[in-house]
């Protein structure tokens, strides 16, 4: 029996707790936030298992804990990461913040000397498009192309960063080298899953493309573009309010290589409530790290879920918890 730590305790962190305290051979769930209110609050949510501490980034890690998830912003995950691996401790991080994802790449040699796995950017996109498209090259005898697009937030704080998304630079991945480009630029219709439907996306600041290249290094082309905030608010659907499982979400991922002499296109997505997804993504990802599954992750450093998990049994163990992905004909 195991205990885990979750840092942060909004939208996401909440679901990616619930989904620790289901996880089989996890005795506690210790949660931090900066707000104490709000752990404690989570803490009784999650009944005998859960339990709220007074610790911060500063401290050291709490003895005993053998993985440690983080739903909180940039700049404090890679504070976290820093004293996980003191203790050489896994760590899976939910936030997409490029900066963030950065700042933790740049540890991936203090992890590899730790022996120790970091998952960087464990939501939908980032993260389930990571596993989706791994799973579609590994269909493939040669993979060339992958691009993804993502639509709706989990909470504020992921509706601010990605309306930040759209301002500054966007770098994709063309035959070797990555390219500056504009973001919000490339107005493309890209067709998610129902409810929510053809929404136009555009280049956005996000490591995303890094993370792939990363995961499948002989990639030609790689392109990563989020819907417009306004498109999703006169699209969303229900009235369920965007801080208990998140507003709706999709992600689109399509693959393009070879089979044969032919050429294949395989597009995968994904639509459900955003936090609830991302959560269960960032609790699963945690639970494989800490060897609380049958499937865990071996490989040491840090990297995207693509590089580090096997996509089949992670894409079953998501749909058993109620996130599942399907093959669908869309349009880039």
């Known amino acids: 029996m195991k205990t885990l730590l979750i840092v942060g305790a909004g939208a996401v962190g909440r679901r990616a707790a619930r989904t620790l305290v289901e996880t089989e051979g996890v005795e506690r769930v210790l949660v931090a936030d900066k707000h104490a209110g709000r752990a404690a609050q989570l803490a009784e949510a999650l009944g005998p298992e859960g339990e709220a ?73 980032p993260g389930l498009s990571d596993v989706l498209a791994r799973h579609a090259a590994d269909a493939l005898e040669v993979v060339t192309e992958v691009h993804v697009a993502r ?20 770098l994709e ?21 129902q409810p929510v439907g053809g929404l136009d996306c555009r280049r956005a600041a996000s490591a995303q493309a890094q993370l792939l290249v990363d995961a499948l290094p002989r990639l030609a082309r790689v392109s990563m573009r989020v819907a417009s905030g306004q498109a999703e608010g006169r699209r969303r659907p229900g009235r369920r309010p965007v801080d208990t499982e998140g507003d709706w979400g999709a992600t689109w991922v399509e693959v393009r290589g070879r089979r044969g002499r032919a050429e294949e296109v395989l597009v995968y997505g994904v639509v459900d409530r955003m936090a609830f997804a991302a959560g269960t993504v960032l609790g699963v990802a945690t639970a494989w790290l800490a060897g609380l599954e049958e499937s865990s992750v071996t490989q040491a450093g840090v ?27 869309g349009a880039r």
Do not use: N
């Not at 913040?97 to 590899?112: N, S």
């Not at 991945?173 to 107005?187: H, I, K, L, N």
């Open 173 to 193: 991945w063309r035959d070797g080298t990555w390219v500056r480009e504009r973001a919000g630029s490339g107005r493309q219709l890209v067709w998610f899953p």
């Open 303 to 329: 990297h995207g879920l693509g590089a580090l998990v096997e996509p089949v049994p992670f894409l079953a163990e998501l749909a058993r918890r109620g996130v599942k992905a399907a093959a669908f004909e």
């Open 151 to 170: 639509a709706g937030w989990a909470g504020p704080e992921c509706a601010g960063r990605l309306r930040r998304a759209h301002r500054g630079v966007a």
């Open 53 to 125: 501490i007074g610790w911060s980034p500063a401290d050291p890690l709490p003895d005993g804990v053998a993985g440690v998830a983080v739903a909180a912003d940039g700049s404090v995950e890679r504070a976290v990461v820093e004293r996980a691996l003191e203790r050489r401790v896994p760590v899976a991080c939910a936030s997409d913040d490029p900066d963030g994802v950065r700042g933790l790449l740049d540890l991936d040699d203090a992890a590899r000397e730790a022996g120790t796995a970091v998952a960087a950017a464990c939501g939908i996109a």
